[in-house]
């Protein structure tokens, strides 16, 4: 700086330094003139932009004059004046950390690493702190024996010069919150590491033990303060041949020296202290067992609190293969805790001790970053209690930081999208406020400054300009409301926010003025609700303490769904059936969103809730849209194979086999009824679902039937076998109440007898429908052969050969149109190519088909109209078969199919909606015509399911003579009144019915 020290000179840096940020610019001005000659004026900038400038100014003259007596002055000027990124971080430094600068002037050759680049430490701290301390990083050996006091103050050195390259990065922006957190979990980690070897050289008989040392707290969950206690648990075994006695000795000593290398004090300080009282029995206990010594313990003794901080526990140090098995050991007895009965109280119950604990001892608890209301505690004490809750089923909860296991509980739907959002902003702040008041003077503090130049450095350096105090100040207390806000809703009351809606219902009211409340809200039988009621909230016991606490926002969740008195019963029901299992009321307690979507299924659809009081447990799936989401097919298709495998062979085990597999489509068919319900898929998609269940369910049938058939004979099938599911089966168009129709083909193996290898197959075919239609609680899936060539008066299974001439000689071009939608799904790959190779020629025919089967499908179709619809139906309303339903859309698709499919690769497919689209892009059909018809099919396909699942039984036919089920039906299919639904079905049959006459009976209509 070539200011010069005139009165007038002087007066005008004075102004300039205080309209920079400058506190006292006098004495600013008397170090830049004194002591800071030579300084650039872009110096000086970054020094008004720091935090604290007057903090910086003073770091900055400091380490001048430390470098200038060690001849580095020189270098450290150059880098100032020409190298910005090296400048801003060295200012941002010495502008926060009081405690940085005095190491920075005690090693002022420190400030290299503030360069980054190849001045910056190595990336691996673990090496770069034991080659510190003297030891061999990949040895795992001692430090030389004599030369532990050095090898300490090496080991802070060697720390502290990397906590100031990291402080660099982390105050000019370059890491976040979260990666400084994880790095300084990393460096804690190594330097135990560097503190075990400095303790084998003060323990000669180390080499009885291994020692595995476990972080717990933040440093297991990598997100560790600047300055913090690093919690540690000691777990220890023999090594082999040794004494288990002598060797705990070994490992207590060799533990206990640890502890003094990191927390002993030297001319360079201390690290910080290392706190194993989170260990078994706490303080009282022994500070190192064996594994079987804490499985023990864990298993018997533990209480609730010493298993959340579990949750974290992490080998950081010492033998690592050790310290896998110790978590190995551990995780599983962790998520079998949440299932006490007692266990959320329990944490809670802590929670409020440890808030009254604080208040009585800390007169200043207002000013806790960590403990205090809306401080860091209230979220990671939420944040665990639904991890423990939930993570016991759902293994996707099991992170250790804070802020990854809330991200996850936002993804699976436990914590809303928005709650998330604001809890992990809070969250972030409020440790990037912690870092900067522990970096101050590097002190274990969790404490917001209570004077003006602490507050408004904390301001400063988080960017807060116009009025640092006040801003911060503000941002600092939204954030702990807003926190306490949310963590009183999810660690006390999840409900809140639902039950607030309801405000104005009584928890207790007369039976009459219950029953006119109950009446009113839309139930039908008041005085049958009434009695579920009481039987759900009777008594003392905890289960119906949570019931008082569900039911009154459930009751009007059941009002809101077409029919609340079948809501209430399903849910009395399925309660009765999972009451005492721990998990189920507490999910519906803790996530809101299962208990909503709940009451809406099981007030919607008697097909849905007896598929959940037959598997009740598929509650669960409820609180997330990613559990909604169909399974993949080849998921499922391996998990019912596997389930055959594991069943073995016999007709019993065939039984067991297909039984379990039938469980599985149970599942399966819940999770499908509750995401079209929920409005959560397509037309389209319910069709493929429930296509797939039933494929896997037949093919794991059929393995289950070859199974037995070849245990009986004791000789391998003679014969490849496959099924060929037929139409909506075959066009992926099933329904919820939908037949499956097939057929069924064979090939003898070559050299195999024709007529057994016949026998076989069709005792594999009975074998297989008979398993499918044992009694089981569970819809049932009828196998219709009855499409085969010559239909019931043909035989059930034909060989390949026989279709091949059957089709060649005898058949008619309905069997051709049948053809359509075949797709040999099930069975030998092999086999399944042949048939398909065999059929194609039939149902896409070269040249396409003429005009007299033309005709005869047409005639054919009006035969059909005429004589299949129920005696006294009304046409109009059948969805089927009534003008502009389903029959007449796909007739015109398959009648396109048969004329052009030989020459327009795009019309050879099974499914309906491909099919037009196929024409329109062939321009065999108008466009709007092809909407007209597509619309029609999907609301047409969408009112048979929603029948089925408002009734439970499936029909072709809207109701007409029972209004609630019309009107549930409507509801399901988001039309406001059952009036408005008959409207749109048909007007949309009417314009399809219209595109039907032209595009299908043509002129000949």
Same mark, same amino acid.
């Given at each position: 700086?070539?200011?010069?020290?005139?009165?007038?000179?002087?007066?005008?840096?004075?102004?300039?330094?205080?309209?920079? @940020? /400058?506190?006292?610019?006098?004495?600013?001005? &008397?170090?830049?003139?004194?002591?800071?000659?030579?300084?650039?004026?872009?110096?000086?900038?970054?020094?008004?932009?720091?935090?604290?400038?007057?903090?910086?100014?003073?770091?900055?003259?400091?380490?001048?004059?430390?470098? $200038?007596?060690?001849?580095?002055?020189?270098?450290?000027?150059?880098?100032?004046?020409?190298?910005?990124?090296?400048?801003?971080?060295?200012?941002?430094?010495?502008?926060?950390?009081?405690?940085?600068?005095?190491?920075?002037?005690?090693?002022?050759?420190?400030?290299?690493?503030?360069?980054?680049?190849?001045?910056?430490?190595?990336?691996?701290?673990?090496?770069?702190?034991?080659?510190?301390? *003297?030891?061999?990083?990949?040895?795992?050996?001692?430090?030389?024996?004599?030369?532990?006091?050095?090898?300490?103050?090496?080991?802070?050195?060697?720390?502290?010069?990397?906590?100031?390259?990291?402080?660099?990065?982390?105050?000019?922006?370059?890491?976040? %919150?979260?990666?400084?957190?994880?790095?300084?979990?990393?460096?804690?980690?190594?330097?135990?590491?560097?503190?075990?070897?400095?303790?084998?050289?003060?323990?000669?008989?180390?080499?009885?033990?291994?020692?595995?040392?476990?972080?717990?707290?933040?440093?297991? @969950?990598?997100?560790?303060?600047?300055?913090?206690?690093?919690?540690?648990?000691? %777990?220890?075994?023999?090594?082999?041949?040794?004494? +288990?006695?002598?060797? #705990?000795?070994?490992?207590?000593?060799?533990?206990?020296?640890?502890?003094?290398?990191?927390?002993?004090?030297?001319?360079?300080?201390?690290?910080?202290?290392?706190?194993?009282?989170?260990?078994?029995?706490?303080?009282?206990?022994?500070?190192?067992?064996?594994?079987?010594?804490?499985?023990?313990?864990?298993?018997?003794?533990?209480?609730?609190?010493?298993?959340?901080?579990?949750?974290?526990?992490?080998?950081?140090?010492?033998?690592?293969?050790?310290?896998?098995?110790?978590?190995?050991?551990?995780?599983?007895?962790?998520?079998?805790?949440? +299932?006490?009965?007692? /266990?959320?109280?329990? %944490?809670?119950?802590?929670?409020?001790?440890?808030?009254?604990?604080?208040?009585?001892?800390?007169?200043?608890?207002?000013?806790?970053?960590? #403990?205090?209301?809306?401080?860091?505690?209230?979220?990671?004490?939420?944040?665990?209690?639904?991890?423990?809750?939930?993570?016991?089923?759902?293994?996707?909860?099991?992170?250790?930081?804070?802020?990854?296991?809330?991200?996850?509980?936002?993804?699976?739907?436990?914590?809303?999208?928005?709650?998330?959002?604001?809890?992990?902003?809070?969250?972030?702040?409020?440790?990037?406020?912690?870092? =900067?008041?522990?970096?101050?003077?590097?002190?274990?503090?969790?404490?917001?400054?209570?004077?003006?130049?602490?507050?408004?450095?904390?301001?400063?350096?988080?960017?807060?300009?116009?009025?640092?105090?006040?801003?911060?100040?503000?941002?600092?207390?939204?954030?702990?409301?807003?926190?306490?806000?949310?963590?009183?809703?999810?660690?006390?009351?999840?409900?809140?926010?639902?039950?607030?809606?309801?405000?104005?219902?009584?928890?207790?009211?007369?039976?009459?003025?219950?029953?006119?409340?109950?009446?009113?809200?839309?139930?039908?039988?008041?005085? *049958?609700?009434?009695?579920?009621?009481?039987?759900?909230?009777?008594?003392?016991?905890?289960?119906?303490?949570?019931?008082?606490?569900?039911?009154?926002?459930?009751?009007?969740?059941?009002? $809101?769904?077409?029919?609340?008195?079948? @809501?209430?019963?399903? /849910?009395?029901?399925?309660? $009765?059936?999972? !009451?005492?299992?721990?998990?189920?009321?507490?999910? #519906?307690?803790?996530? %809101?969103?299962?208990?909503?979507?709940?009451?809406?299924?099981?007030?919607?659809?008697?097909?849905?809730?007896?598929?959940? =009081?037959?598997?009740?447990?598929?509650?669960?799936?409820?609180?997330?849209?990613?559990?909604?989401?169909?399974?993949?097919?080849?998921?499922?298709?391996?998990?019912?194979?596997?389930?055959?495998?594991?069943? !073995? $062979?016999?007709?019993?085990?065939? +039984?067991?086999?297909?039984?379990?597999?039938?469980?599985?489509?149970?599942?399966?068919?819940?999770?499908?009824?509750?995401?079209?319900?929920?409005?959560?898929?397509?037309?389209?998609?319910? *069709?493929?679902?429930?296509?797939?269940?039933?494929?896997?369910?037949?093919?794991?049938?059929?393995?289950?039937?070859?199974?037995?058939?070849?245990?009986?004979?004791?000789?391998?099938?003679?014969?490849? /076998?496959?099924?060929?599911?037929? !139409?909506?089966?075959?066009?992926?168009?099933?329904?919820?109440?939908?037949?499956?129709?097939?057929?069924?083909?064979?090939?003898?193996?070559? @050299?195999?007898?024709?007529?057994?290898?016949?026998?076989?197959?069709?005792?594999?075919?009975?074998?297989?429908?008979?398993?499918?239609?044992?009694?089981?609680?569970?819809?049932?899936?009828?196998?219709?052969?009855?499409?085969?060539?010559? *239909?019931?008066?043909?035989?059930?299974?034909?060989?390949?050969?026989?279709?091949?001439?059957?089709?060649?000689?005898?058949?008619?071009?309905?069997?051709?149109?049948?053809?359509?939608?075949?797709?040999?799904?099930?069975?030998?790959?092999?086999?399944?190519?042949?048939?398909?190779?065999?059929?194609?020629?039939?149902?896409?025919?070269?040249?396409?088909?003429?005009?007299?089967?033309?005709?005869?499908?047409?005639?054919?179709?009006?035969?059909?109209?005429?004589?299949?619809?129920?005696?006294?139906?009304?046409?109009?309303?059948?969805?089927?078969?009534?003008?502009?339903?389903?029959?007449?859309?796909?007739?015109?698709?398959?009648?396109?199919? #048969?004329?052009?499919?030989? +020459?327009?690769?795009?019309?050879?497919?099974?499914?309906?909606?491909?099919?037009?689209?196929?024409?329109?892009?062939?321009?065999?059909?108008?466009?709007?015509?092809?909407?007209?018809?597509?619309?029609?099919?999907?609301?047409?396909?969408?009112? &048979?399911?929603?029948?089925?699942?408002?009734?439970?039984?499936?029909?072709?036919?809207?109701?007409?003579?029972?209004?609630?089920?019309?009107?549930?039906?409507?509801?399901?299919?988001?039309?406001?009144?059952?009036?408005?639904?008959?409207?749109?079905?048909?007007?949309?049959?009417?314009?399809?019915?219209?595109?039907?006459?032209?595009?299908?009976?043509?002129?000949?209509?």
């Amino acid at each position: 700086m070539a200011e010069s020290r005139t009165p007038e000179r002087r007066s005008s840096l004075t102004g300039r330094l205080a309209r920079l @940020g /400058f506190t006292d610019a006098a004495r600013a001005e &008397r170090l830049l003139l004194d002591e800071g000659q030579g300084l650039a004026d872009d110096v000086l900038d970054v020094l008004s932009a720091t935090a604290d400038p007057d903090l910086a100014l003073d770091g900055l003259v400091r380490l001048l004059a430390s470098a $200038d007596e060690q001849g580095a002055g020189r270098e450290l000027r150059e880098a100032l004046a020409d190298e910005p990124g090296t400048r801003e971080r060295l200012a941002a430094v010495l502008g926060v950390s009081d405690a940085l600068g005095d190491h920075l002037v005690r090693h002022p050759e420190h400030w290299r690493v503030l360069r980054g680049g190849d001045d910056a430490p190595p990336g691996n701290p673990r090496a770069d702190l034991l080659t510190a301390v *003297g030891a061999d990083p990949s040895a795992g050996e001692p430090v030389a024996s004599g030369s532990c006091h050095d090898a300490l103050v090496a080991l802070r050195v060697a720390y502290r010069r990397r906590v100031l390259a990291l402080a660099g990065r982390d105050l000019t922006g370059e890491a976040d %919150v979260v990666m400084v957190a994880a790095e300084l979990a990393d460096l804690a980690a190594a330097a135990l590491e560097a503190g075990l070897a400095i303790a084998r050289a003060e323990v000669p008989e180390h080499g009885l033990c291994r020692l595995a040392v476990i972080g717990m707290g933040k440093c297991g @969950g990598r997100e560790l303060n600047y300055v913090s206690d690093v919690d540690v648990i000691f %777990v220890a075994e023999p090594r082999e041949g040794e004494p +288990e006695e002598a060797a #705990l000795r070994a490992a207590t000593r060799l533990a206990a020296a640890l502890v003094r290398s990191c927390s002993a004090s030297t001319q360079e300080g201390a690290l910080w202290e290392v706190d194993a009282a989170l260990r078994p029995e706490g303080k009282a206990g022994p500070l190192v067992r064996t594994l079987a010594s804490h499985r023990a313990y864990y298993e018997r003794w533990a209480k609730t609190w010493e298993f959340q901080a579990l949750l974290k526990a992490r080998p950081v140090a010492g033998d690592a293969d050790l310290g896998d098995r110790y978590l190995d050991m551990i995780t599983p007895i962790v998520w079998k805790a949440a +299932e006490g009965e007692s /266990f959320v109280e329990d %944490v809670q119950a802590m929670r409020r001790r440890v808030e009254a604990d604080l208040n009585q001892r800390t007169p200043d608890s207002e000013r806790q970053l960590k #403990l205090g209301p809306g401080g860091l505690r209230d979220v990671e004490f939420a944040v665990q209690l639904l991890q423990l809750v939930h993570g016991r089923a759902d293994e996707t909860l099991r992170a250790r930081a804070t802020l990854d296991a809330l991200t996850d509980l936002s993804r699976g739907g436990y914590v809303g999208r928005d709650d998330a959002a604001a809890l992990a902003a809070a969250y972030r702040f409020l440790r990037r406020v912690e870092h =900067l008041v522990q970096l101050h003077r590097l002190r274990r503090t969790h404490l917001v400054p209570d004077d003006e130049a602490g507050l408004r450095r904390l301001g400063r350096a988080l960017g807060l300009r116009a009025d640092p105090v006040a801003e911060f100040t503000a941002l600092w207390r939204r954030h702990a409301r807003g926190v306490r806000r949310l963590h009183e809703k999810l660690f006390y009351r999840p409900l809140l926010l639902a039950v607030a809606r309801l405000a104005g219902t009584e928890a207790r009211l007369t039976p009459a003025a219950a029953r006119a409340r109950l009446e009113a809200l839309g139930y039908a039988d008041p005085a *049958g609700a009434l009695r579920h009621i009481e039987a759900l909230t009777s008594g003392v016991s905890r289960r119906a303490a949570i019931q008082r606490t569900l039911l009154p926002v459930m009751l009007g969740w059941f009002a $809101d769904a077409p029919d609340p008195d079948a @809501g209430l019963l399903g /849910f009395r029901k399925v309660s $009765d059936a999972l !009451g005492a299992t721990p998990w189920y009321l507490r999910l #519906l307690r803790d996530d %809101v969103t299962v208990a909503e979507r709940m009451s809406w299924v099981l007030g919607s659809s008697r097909y849905a809730t007896d598929l959940l =009081l037959r598997a009740p447990e598929a509650v669960a799936m409820l609180g997330s849209d990613a559990d909604l989401v169909p399974r993949p097919f080849e998921v499922l298709r391996a998990e019912a194979l596997a389930a055959v495998r594991r069943h !073995g $062979d016999g007709s019993a085990s065939a +039984e067991d086999a297909v039984a379990v597999v039938r469980g599985l489509r149970r599942r399966e068919l819940f999770r499908a009824a509750t995401a079209d319900l929920l409005g959560r898929t397509e037309v389209e998609t319910v *069709g493929e679902t429930l296509t797939g269940i039933a494929a896997v369910t037949v093919e794991a049938a059929l393995q289950a039937a070859v199974n037995k058939i070849e245990t009986e004979s004791g000789e391998p099938l003679p014969t490849r /076998f496959a099924v060929v599911a037929m !139409g909506r089966f075959g066009g992926h168009e099933l329904g919820y109440g939908s037949d499956a129709d097939v057929m069924f083909v064979h090939d003898p193996d070559p @050299g195999a007898d024709e007529r057994e290898a016949g026998r076989a197959a069709h005792a594999v075919a009975e074998e297989l429908r008979r398993l499918l239609a044992r009694p089981a609680p569970d819809p049932p899936l009828e196998i219709d052969p009855n499409l085969r060539p010559e *239909g019931r008066r043909g035989p059930l299974v034909r060989t390949l050969a026989s279709y091949a001439a059957y089709y060649a000689r005898w058949s008619e071009p309905w069997e051709a149109q049948a053809l359509l939608r075949a797709d040999p799904l099930i069975g030998d790959a092999g086999l399944r190519d042949r048939f398909q190779a065999l059929i194609d020629p039939v149902r896409w025919p070269d040249g396409g088909i003429d005009d007299g089967a033309v005709r005869q499908i047409r005639r054919l179709k009006a035969r059909m109209e005429s004589e299949r619809l129920p005696r006294g139906a009304d046409r109009r309303l059948h969805t089927k078969l009534g003008p502009g339903g389903l029959a007449d859309v796909e007739w015109v698709a398959q009648l396109l199919q #048969l004329q052009h499919a030989h +020459e327009i690769p795009g019309l050879r497919t099974t499914r309906t909606l491909d099919a037009l689209d196929a024409a329109v892009q062939a321009r065999l059909l108008d466009a709007e015509d092809a909407a007209v018809l597509a619309e029609a099919w999907c609301l047409a396909t969408r009112i &048979r399911g929603a029948i089925m699942l408002v009734r439970g039984r499936a029909s072709d036919l809207l109701p007409t003579d029972h209004h609630r089920e019309r009107s549930a039906i409507a509801v399901v299919l988001g039309y406001a009144a059952a009036g408005d639904l008959l409207e749109d079905y048909r007007r949309r049959a009417r314009r399809a019915r219209a595109v039907v006459d032209r595009a299908f009976y043509g002129a000949d209509q």
